[in-house]
């Protein structure tokens, strides 16, 4: 058991069901911003801030109550910033809880850049579509002019004089000039 549990990388605390450390076990290196072999004994509100003791005490009691593992997630301030906690808590003997608390603040960070990453996408995706629609509605009326012009030309041409002829020729050319410019721009 002891080589089981120095294979975990977590921070391990073993609690009373009134909120008190009783046993610990610590890695070499963690991130809690306090060293859980000086607070043996110690009650979670002599260690923790009051909305993490409150949401800790939480879990204790869900945990012997239901004897199903609980996820706690807290921030813990540390220097200038915060980092992200999540404490999972189950039951280690009667009226006790091991709790395992891992540094989950890179991982919340990678959530959060992926959540961004994925609005940009979306914005993205968004200005495309608004993109492709405004393109084709402005390609589709010198379309229009280019086609009517033409099939106007292919019946009436024998009947018609050549100003009439032209006029349909010069608005076929002008719709195409268009045409250019708007894939110019």
């Known amino acids: ?51 993490v003791t409150k949401a800790m005490q939480g879990g204790i009691d869900a945990t012997l109550s239901t004897e199903e593992m609980q996820v706690v997630e807290f921030q813990l301030p540390v220097a200038d910033t915060a980092l992200e906690f999540e404490a999972r808590i189950a039951v280690s003997a009667t009226h006790e809880v091991m709790a395992m608390i891992r540094d989950s603040t890179e991982r ?18 968004e200005m495309k579509t608004r993109f492709v629609s405004m393109t084709s509605h402005e390609f589709r009326t010198p379309l229009t002019t280019i086609l009517s012009s033409a099939e106007l030309l292919e019946h009436y041409d024998a009947k018609w004089d050549t100003p009439k002829r032209v006029k349909y020729l010069q608005k076929i050319g002008v719709a195409a000039v268009h045409m250019t410019d708007l894939l110019n721009d």
Do not use: W
């Open 108 to 125: 919340k960070r990678a959530e959060s850049d992926i959540r961004s990453a994925l609005e940009r996408e979306r914005e993205l995706n």
């Open 1 to 51: 058991n002891r080589a089981l549990l120095n294979t975990i990388p977590d921070p391990m605390l073993r609690l009373s069901h009134l909120g008190y450390i009783v046993n610990f076990k610590t890695p070499k290196q963690h991130t809690l911003p306090f060293e859980p072999e000086a607070c043996l004994h110690c009650h979670l509100s002599e260690v923790f801030p009051a909305a």
